[in-house]
């Protein structure tokens, strides 16, 4: 049973991260679980995801005519 985490951020996206792999997966070459994937802890966010932040973070200039 491999490890997960999950981040909840403030603009109501979420994102799942491996934590740790279980037994089988580190021995597998390819890190491959076939088992029960666990979600250890959910971490609220006081920010927006990268998605959302990024349009907003560089305005674009306005061209005059």
């Known amino acids: ?3 997960f ?3 909840l951020f403030s603009c109501g996206h979420s994102i799942v991260k491996l934590k740790s792999h279980c ?3 580190r021995n ?3 890190h491959q679980c076939f088992g029960v994937k ?3 802890n959910s971490w609220l966010q ?3 995801c990268d998605n959302c932040k990024t349009p907003r ?3 674009q ?3 005059r005519r």
């Open 61 to 63: 200039p306005q061209q």
């Open 1 to 3: 049973m491999c490890d």
């Open 57 to 59: 973070a560089t305005p």
């Open 28 to 30: 597998d070459p390819k």
């Open 38 to 40: 666990v979600l250890r």
């Open 5 to 7: 985490e999950e981040f």
């Open 23 to 25: 037994h089988f997966a």
């Open 46 to 48: 006081v920010e927006e």
